[in-house]
């Protein structure tokens, strides 16, 4: 068993519930038809936080030839005989993809970070091709 404030990964998320005293105020966006305005109110309950794997998503990265072990974006040779329509497709499927399964986390730094890299090892691969013609 472990417990909740500890944190736990499923499924290429982290899940953790905070549970101190100064967690019980809640920011809140209240959005009207003309404007929007940031609230505070007092919760009963504990502030539980979804975030997205840090170490599941960078290895994946890896795995598939998009970045080094440390993160560093790379171009990979496996898509270097795609066009460069084909292979900008491929990348923006592939952003898309990891932003519609991530989207409901609360910080997006990461997700912002998978980003960065993909758009790097793009154009990282589109130079390489670019040179070899």
């Known amino acids: 068993m472990t417990k909740t404030t ?3 990964n ?3 998320f982290t899940y953790k519930m905070f549970s101190s005293e100064s967690n019980k105020l809640c920011k809140t966006i209240v959005r009207n038809k003309n404007s929007t305005t940031r609230i505070t109110k007092r919760t009963t ?3 539980a936080t979804l975030t997205p794997h ?3 998503v960078l290895n ?3 795995l598939r030839g998009y970045c080094s072990t440390s993160g560093y974006p790379i171009g990979s040779a496996r898509y270097a005989m795609l066009t460069e329509y084909e292979i900008v497709l491929h990348y923006s499927q592939v952003m898309r993809g990891i932003f519609n399964y991530y989207k409901h986390v609360k910080n997006l ?3 912002n970070y998978v980003f960065y890299i993909l758009k790097f090892s ?3 691969l589109l130079i ?5 013609e």
Not at 128 to 132: A, D, N, T, V
């Open 54 to 56: 840090r170490n599941r």
């Open 122 to 124: 793009l154009i990282t």
């Open 60 to 62: 994946n990265l890896h």
């Open 109 to 111: 730094s990461l997700i």
């Open 45 to 47: 309950s504990r502030m």
């Open 6 to 8: 500890d944190g736990f």
């Open 10 to 12: 499923f499924l290429g």
């Open 128 to 132: 390489i091709g670019f040179q070899s």
